[in-house]
């Protein structure tokens, strides 16, 4: 069974510092994987996705890698911002029996906080 | 709509009720998913729906949680005779692929259910 896991689960930093999030997940037989960001009270907004042939998206200051077979992922945030204050989720999409890759398996998630 | 849509956002019910939850997805939107997440925890994986077509219920607790998507759009998550353990917040996600591999998909901003 297919298991991922968030570290730090909390990480608290000033504003401008550029941070890494970390995610590992114990099958790599996986199809993709998502970072996501959700607010308090709020759904889950995709950041961004990774195509297991892919090393590496980007959008704006996010930069995800991926590392399937030591099955780890990180998400690096440049020039932090107040407004990145969230809960940030990684989830994995795997192989399966039947096929079911549409099937995301989550972390806990790890709660930044940027101060100003 | 622009986004996934789901009511009511919150719902309190006594030990026992029945309850019903809806979800709109993006309009042209194939695929659709339920997920339920508990405080503190990762979303997890409850149903998959492609158009009317309910492929994969592996996810759900029990028989008293029941969904259905008639015509291949608005899904209804029904949970008969209602639990504590119940008490989560029930987040609805569509997808425009038949396959979503590859696709990200779109939360709404969730259901809070608590169960007295």
């Known amino acids: 069974k297919q298991e991922v896991t968030q570290i730090p689960a909390a990480l608290s930093v000033p504003e401008g510092e550029n941070l890494v999030l970390n995610c590992s997940f114990t099958?790599?037989?996986?199809?993709?994987l998502q970072w996501f960001r959700q607010d308090p009270g709020k759904g889950l907004t995709s950041l961004l996705l990774?195509?297991?042939?892919?090393r590496e998206q980007t959008s704006g200051r996010l930069n995800a890698s991926l590392d399937k077979s030591s099955g780890r992922s990180t998400l690096y945030i440049a020039a932090s911002q107040p407004g990145d204050s969230a809960t940030y989720l990684c989830a994995v999409s795997g192989l399966s029996r039947g096929g079911s890759n549409y099937k995301l398996t989550f972390g806990k998630g790890t709660l930044l906080t940027v101060n100003p | 709509g622009a986004g996934v849509s789901q009511s009511p956002r919150y719902k309190v019910a006594k030990r026992g009720q029945d309850v019903a939850l809806r979800c709109d997805p993006i309009?042209?939107?194939?695929?659709l998913f339920w997920y339920q997440q508990a405080l503190g925890q990762g979303p997890e994986f409850l149903t998959y729906?492609?158009?009317?077509?309910?492929?994969?219920k592996s996810g759900l607790p029990s028989d008293r949680f029941f969904a259905e998507r008639p015509e291949g759009s608005v899904s209804t998550l029904k949970i008969q005779r209602t639990q504590q353990e119940d008490s989560a917040v029930y987040l609805c996600?569509?997808?425009?692929?038949?396959?979503?591999?590859?696709?990200?998909?779109?939360f709404g901003d969730g259901t809070r259910l608590s169960i007295l």
């Open positions: 990774i195509q297991s042939s892919q």
């Open positions: 996600a569509s997808s425009l692929a038949h396959h979503p591999v590859g696709q990200p998909q779109h």
């Open positions: 729906f492609q158009n009317e077509a309910q492929l994969d």
């Open positions: 099958d790599s037989a996986i199809y993709n």
């Open positions: 309009s042209g939107h194939v695929s």
